[in-house]
């Protein structure tokens, strides 16, 4: 299995550690055999200490080599305990990470402390950041929405619809929608673009407009095919696109506000008058049975995913400004607004605490599935790479105590005798 650079870079300093402790057995081992050739009251001191050194570095030798393989090879018991158990090493590895770090109550704690919230405020508010956070939010919804399968979605909502006007009636929803949208006025800018396209579509088709007013007129009686010429229609249609583009520049036009009150009563008509909530019920699902209003719907969805899509790319357009705007203004009300900081610190710490109970298992899963996967080799060269470089402190450690060990008894030894 070929190493990552980091796994490189580890495997070097591992090598590095255990060329520094095998150098320090090594010196003393020839300590010890100099000292043998010596003589002098001193010389059994320095042998103590060199061969207890010895003795000190072999053993943490042997037990570090025994965690990740056979040491020289041979099969003593009890040793090579990485590729023997690993299974079971990552299976309790995940299970020690749930449940004493991944649970609701260190990860909320986490949050507070760390001051997730008001730290990832004051960034956003940084020049720049929030335009590039827009940017990338735009894109990967751009992209998301690319994905999306209109025939599925329109065909989703279809069977949505038909579910859940079984057990209500959407006569009263749609009115409480329309009461908001005309108590705010969030209807005005349809309503412009309604007006605009109508007065538009009058002037450009008045001709082929006509023959249909006609045929409107004659089938009205033969006194009104004699008294209402072709003339009087295009005068007709002249005036109300004349009277659609005064409404459209005048928001206080009457004819605007007796339109504004037309949709306030069938507004009321919508959530207080039955018969008009029955009427409305019926009409929804003879839309959803009639093939031609499912391909206006689809064709309605196929545009509006198109614009939306459109709208996202386009890095100068408005939606995206009103993106940034957004995360700027997000991220004021958060470093200001205490209470609203606190909602949604509820907020947050209610989804993580929600995904901590329902999905930290997974961890487990994962890490016990991921290390499944290496084989025994592997498993111990990737943990050996992690912490062998630690572990040589302890052939290190275990020399050097060896040494002051075998000083202290020879010395002891020696007043006693």
Known sequence: ????????????????????????????????????????????????????????????????????????????????????KKDEIALKLGEFVTGHFLTREVVVEQLHEAQFLQRTAARLREPGIADRLAREVAFNASTLLGTLDEEALVASVVELVRRDQARRSYAPVLGKALARATEGGAHRPLLDVVLSRGKTHLRAHREALLPQLREFVD????????????????????????????????????????????????????????????????????????????????????????????????????????????????????????????????????????????????????IRTQVARWDATSAARRIELAVGRDLQFIRLNGTAVGALAGLAIYAVTRLLS
């Open 1 to 84: 299995m070929p190493l990552l650079d980091q796994d490189a870079a580890s495997l070097s300093r591992l090598r590095r550690m255990k060329a520094i402790a095998t150098g320090l057995l090594v010196a003393s081992a020839v300590v010890y055999g100099v000292s043998l050739q010596l003589s002098g009251a001193w010389v059994g001191y320095v042998t103590a200490a060199s061969e207890a050194a010895m003795v000190g570095g072999l053993a943490d030798w042997f037990a570090v080599t025994a965690l990740f393989r056979r040491p020289l090879g041979l099969p003593i018991p009890h040793t090579g305990l990485v590729p023997r």
């Open 219 to 366: 089938d009205r009686g033969w006194l009104a095919a004699l008294l209402v010429s072709d003339r009087r229609l295009r005068n007709v249609l002249v005036d109300l696109a004349t009277l659609l583009e005064e409404m459209e520049r005048n928001p206080r036009h009457r004819v605007r506000l007796w339109l504004e009150g037309l949709l306030r009563d069938i507004a009321r008509a919508l959530q207080e008058d039955r018969q008009v909530a029955a009427r409305v019920d019926q009409a929804v699902l003879q839309l959803l049975d009639d093939p031609a209003a499912l391909a206006q719907l689809h064709d309605l969805v196929t545009d509006a995913l198109g614009s939306v899509r459109e709208s996202l790319r386009d890095v100068d357009g408005e939606l995206q400004q009103r993106l940034s705007a957004l995360v700027l203004d997000l991220a004021a009300r958060l470093v200001e607004d205490v209470e609203f900081r606190q909602r949604v610190e509820g907020l947050a710490e209610s989804v993580v605490g929600h995904a901590v109970d329902n999905y930290g298992d997974e961890l487990t899963s994962l």
